[in-house]
């Protein structure tokens, strides 16, 4: 599994290069040690394996975008293959492969009229979601309902904030009350609520009270907006400004594995300053303002000179905001930074792409001048 993730890893970053001439080939290889790159490379764990099958699919797209070439029967397998794997080992995928599923469309024919690529593109998003939720329902035939922590937790959240109690009856543990609550309330994750053998919240046990529970969380958010909002912000923040570098004072355990000179330099590393550094640039929500200017550069770039760098500027961060916005509804947790691993490799994976999509709005400034 390792290998295979490295494979992905590499391959987007051959097929990301082979876009560029000289010197900016070489970014892609820097690139992938980059803390919010490298960091989570080495990991095996499902965010990892979303995000490399899906950065895969991105630059081989990313590569016949820029070359104006129809993909070709086997990039389109490939690309088939590899994306239904990373939008069947997670959920959150399933939100990102609309987008995805266009950018295929588009490349199968760049010549296309908007509406046949919208008609093509949704035609490829039923495929591979129909897909993957029988290949899901054949081998996962028993349903656990996860997402109904989701709703739990954020009924727990609404009831505190406002001091009523609207979690339904059947959801309640033996174990529950207003103090126990109160008092295993995690801000950033559900696990103290659910998980635990003295669990307080308990999932519905049949459609009748799910649907009852789905409804009442429908009906609170409503009710009482800004509670709900200030739950859902408070996780966001916390995502958003975790880094997955930390310092050495506060790893508790294996610490006696670590030799003395290895000790001596990361004490030497955090007292000059720089692991707080480290932990700063690998923090995504100071990246939030430039995906937003990289998305409106390079859908101006596109429309201004029809550089086809903008429509991969623009699709890169298009992806990269996305994951941002569906863990804001969804997120049962915001103390992992791996969640946002997607998020961190399509935004740094596309700054040559914004260098590109410059030089070409300033090429078509000075022309028009000239004139």
Known sequence: ???????????AAFWLSRCFKGMGRWFFIGVLFFPPIFSHSGFIVKDVSFTLSYLFCISLLTFYTIQKKPLTISA??????????????KYQAIFLLPLLSFWIAYCMNPLSTCLKIFIKGMGIWGFLWGAIILFNAWAVPQ???????????????????????LIPAYSKSLHFSKEALTINFNPVRVDELVFPQNALLVKGKNDEE???????????VLKHPKAYLKHRYRLSKNLLTLSPIKSFHKIQSNQEAVSGPIKKMLYLLED?????????????????????????????????????????????????????????????????????????CCFHLSHPFMLMCWKSLRKSNTLRVKR
């Open 143 to 165: 349903k656990d309902h996860a997402w109904q922590y989701v709703k739990l937790y954020d009924l727990a959240a609404i009831s505190l904030e406002t001091g009523e109690d």
């Open 1 to 11: 599994m390792l290998l295979t993730h490295l494979g992905l890893l590499f391959s």
């Open 210 to 220: 799910r649907n009852h529970l789905w409804h009442t969380w429908f009906d609170s």
């Open 272 to 344: 000059l300053g720089i692991m707080e550094f480290l932990q700063l640039i690998t923090s995504f929500y100071i990246y939030i303002p430039c995906v937003f200017l990289y998305m409106g550069l390079g859908w101006f770039a596109y429309r201004r000179t029809r550089t086809p760098y903008g429509i991969s500027l623009f699709m890169m961060n298009s992806l990269a905001l996305c994951p941002i916005l569906v863990l804001f509804v969804f997120s049962m947790a915001s103390d992992a930074p791996r969640y946002l691993y997607i998020s961190a």
């Open 76 to 89: 389109l397998i490939s690309i088939f293959l590899i994306l239904f794997y990373g939008t069947a080992v």
